[in-house]
Nanobody
Framework: QVQLLESGGGLVQAGDSLRLSCAAS????????MGWFRQAPGKEREFVAA????????YYTDSVKGRFTISRDNAKNTLYLQMNGLKPEDTAVYSC????????????????????WGQGTQVTVSS
């Protein structure tokens, strides 16, 4: 069982930066694909970014490429999302997600391929 706890959200102005963190419990964080998803009011959950456990390859949705950076610190069991150049359309609840340990070949942008989810942290970007 894995528990995920996000932090770092808040209210910022357009152009500002935030760094989200996701602390994971358990001993196999280093063997899990990790992802960030977001959900704005009235909209479906949207893939934001993911990072593999095999070689730290990263994936991003087009709208955040060049602005957001996903990273992981396996020694601290923590996933990060550095968000720069925030825009009002980035406003959403951001949740981290983890796959089962040792998973290969997932569809990184598919929520159904992730087994564990955090409660989310609110990010609000004012114009």
């Amino acid at each position: 069982q894995v528990q995920l706890l996000e932090s770092g959200g808040g209210l910022v102005q357009a152009g500002d930066s935030l760094r989200l963190s996701c602390a994971a419990s358990g001993r196999t964080f280093s063997k899990r694909f990790m992802g960030w998803f977001r959900q704005a009011p009235g909209k479906e959950r949207e893939f934001v970014a993911a990072i593999t456990w095999t070689d730290d390859t990263t994936y991003y949705t087009d709208s955040v490429k060049g602005r957001f950076t996903i990273s992981r610190d396996n020694a601290k069991n923590t996933l990060y999302l550095q968000m720069n150049g925030l825009k009002p359309e980035d406003t959403a609840v951001y949740s981290c997600a983890a796959t089962a340990s040792g998973t290969f070949g997932i569809r990184t942008n598919n929520p159904g391929d992730y087994a564990y989810w955090g409660q989310g942290t609110q990010v609000t970007v004012s114009s």
